[in-house]
T-cell receptor, first 115, second 113 residues
Framework: IAGITQAPTSQILAAGRRMTLRCTQDMRHNAMYWYRQDLGLGLRLIHYSNTAGTTGKGEVPDGYSVSRANTDDFPLTLASAVPSQTSVYFC??????????????FGPGTRLTVL | KNQVEQSPQSLIILEGKNCTLQCNYTVSPFSNLRWYKQDTGRGPVSLTIMTFSENTKSNGRYTATLDADTKQSSLHITASQLSDSASYICVVSALGYGQNFVFGPGTRLSVLP
């Protein structure tokens, strides 16, 4: 692996089903993020993790949960999917540092459709 | 409320032409401003970053400007190429580590032959 990967690439899901979106990075970045991107809107932060073992809520956390058991992985779970969660989901990571200027590196995204 | 606005929403230009994209923000306290390029079906990739003290920064054919007084930034693309077709996203960071990024909605640029 080089960089940050997400799986699956796309998924169609029935409402009410549980779904976990996977995100893995091999850059040893401390901070990781989950965003959703909807047409006409900027990326909105769902949850974040500044370091392994800690997580925090972003702007739109309802209906989503995350865990950060180790540095590399940051899965996002939809416990009971609803149609409004239809979106493109991006995972990102960022190195620790003096870093307000530290760049976020984004994965390729997961396109999720909830019917 | 911290906010980032971008204009135009979309833009179509011919290959070889120049264009300028605009970003206005109300994020405070300001830390830095990044422009990202997002190709269709891909994640955003950073083009430039500017801090409070920087007015201009270039990355090849991309030149970003920042006016911290008026809270405006622009991204100028010179001699456009077909591969410049993408969404360009302005992201402003507020002071404080972690989650303090405010994303603009992006400008969708289409470069036609």
């Amino acid at each position: 692996i080089a960089g940050i990967t997400q799986a699956p690439t796309s998924q169609i899901l029935a409402a009410g089903r549980r779904m976990t979106l996977r995100c893995t990075q091999d850059m040893r970045h401390n901070a990781m993020y989950w965003y959703r991107q909807d047409l006409g809107l900027g990326l909105r932060l769902i949850h974040y993790s500044n370091t392994a073992g800690t997580t925090g809520k972003g702007e739109v956390p309802d209906g989503y949960s995350v865990s950060r058991a180790n540095t590399d992985d940051f899965p996002l779970t939809l416990a009971s999917a609803v149609p409004s969660q239809t979106s493109v989901y991006f995972c990102a990571s960022r190195p620790k540092g003096a870093g307000e200027g530290n760049e976020q590196f984004f994965g390729p995204g997961t396109r999720l459709t909830v019917l | 409320k911290n906010q980032v606005e971008q204009s135009p929403q979309s833009l179509i230009i011919l290959e070889g032409k120049n264009c300028t994209l605009q970003c206005n923000y109300t994020v405070s306290p300001f830390s830095n401003l990044r422009w990202y390029k997002q190709d269709t079906g891909r994640g955003p990739v950073s083009l430039t970053i500017m801090t409070f003290s920087e007015n201009t920064k270039s990355n090849g054919r991309y030149t970003a400007t920042l006016d911290a007084d008026t809270k405006q930034s622009s991204l100028h693309i010179t001699a456009s190429q077909l591969s410049d077709s993408a969404s360009y996203i302005c992201v402003v960071s507020a002071l404080g580590y972690g989650q303090n990024f405010v994303f603009g909605p992006g400008t969708r640029l289409s470069v036609l032959p």
